[in-house]
């Protein structure tokens, strides 16, 4: 026999052995019929243990079928949501961790589930210029968790993810804003504005969207017809005067304080035609 052909030789035994192997190591973690509820446990713990969580969850699946009514259904509940969170299937961790918390509402982990279902939402959270539907329902379930467990260890943790949650919707509503003030739509660039500062007054973007919306009224009223420019003009001075009081000592101050003079002179030129009439 050839040295080429040695060396292939000797790649398929090992190829075959490799494959035994994998194949009983397989067959191992498998339920079979039979089992009883406490093996059937076993086999899906060593596969969730073996960080194969998609194999792990189906097996918990069979683990919850045969072992209801049973403390092990419990473990087997809770260990089937975190095998899917693992797997990275977040709908389906949140499904099942609310299955959980619902269900065993005496098991000590049920507090841990009923957070584990928000960061599962989460986890789903995607970038602010995208639907914001599952940021919307992480922030609620959060909400949620820490109103029902105040004291709870993860309750600061909550009310940071909560806080994160939030900026990313003002970020949304800012860069809308901006949008609409770019193509020279005023009036909706206002309105995203000002949702910016009332929905999320505590966010980073507060003080910009005020900021922003004293200059969008300002260059509304600039190009607006002359009966219009004066409440356009009132309403960059009313939001100077809003920006004041939330923001004393604002970042942006000296530039808001710019585009409150324009507007003050908008209204003193509007005074003067009017009174040459």
Not at 3 to 17: E, L, Q, R
Not at 49 to 54: F, P
Not at 223 to 245: C, G, K, L
Request: glycine residues 2%.
């Amino acid at each position: 026999m050839t040295k080429f052909h040695m060396n292939t030789f000797g790649k398929i035994i090992a190829f075959s052995v490799l494959l035994i192997t994998l194949m009983s190591c397989g067959s191992s973690h498998t339920i079979q019929r039979g089992d009883s509820a406490e093996v059937a446990f076993e086999k899906a713990m060593s596969l969730y243990d073996a960080e194969r969580y998609s194999r792990a969850a189906e097996a918990f699946e069979v683990v919850l079928s045969i072992s209801r009514g049973t403390a092990l259904a419990a473990d087997a509940q809770f260990y089937l949501a975190q095998s899917h969170f693992n797997n990275n299937s977040f709908l389906l961790a949140a499904s099942e961790f609310q299955r959980f918390s619902r269900t065993y509402t005496n098991d000590e982990r049920r507090i841990e589930a009923e957070f584990m279902e928000a960061y599962s939402y989460y986890m789903m959270s995607p970038r602010y210029n995208l639907d914001q539907t599952d940021t919307y329902t992480a922030l609620d379930r959060f909400q949620l968790f820490v109103t029902r467990h105040p004291d709870s260890d993860l309750a600061d943790e909550a009310h940071e993810y909560m806080d994160e949650l939030r900026d990313k919707l003002a970020r949304k509503k800012f860069e809308a804003a901006e949008m609409y003030f770019r193509i020279g739509e005023y009036r909706s660039a206002a309105l995203y504005y000002e949702l910016t500062v009332e929905d999320f007054p505590e966010s980073r973007w507060t003080e910009r969207a005020l900021l922003r919306k004293i200059e969008t009224y300002v260059r509304y009223a600039e190009n607006s017809v002359r009966e219009r420019q004066q409440e356009r003009f009132e309403e960059a001075v009313d939001s100077y005067q809003q920006y004041v009081q939330i923001f004393p000592r604002g970042e942006h101050r000296d530039r808001a304080e710019e585009f409150y003079n324009e507007a003050l002179d908008g209204l003193a030129e509007l005074a003067t035609v009017t009174a040459e009439r």
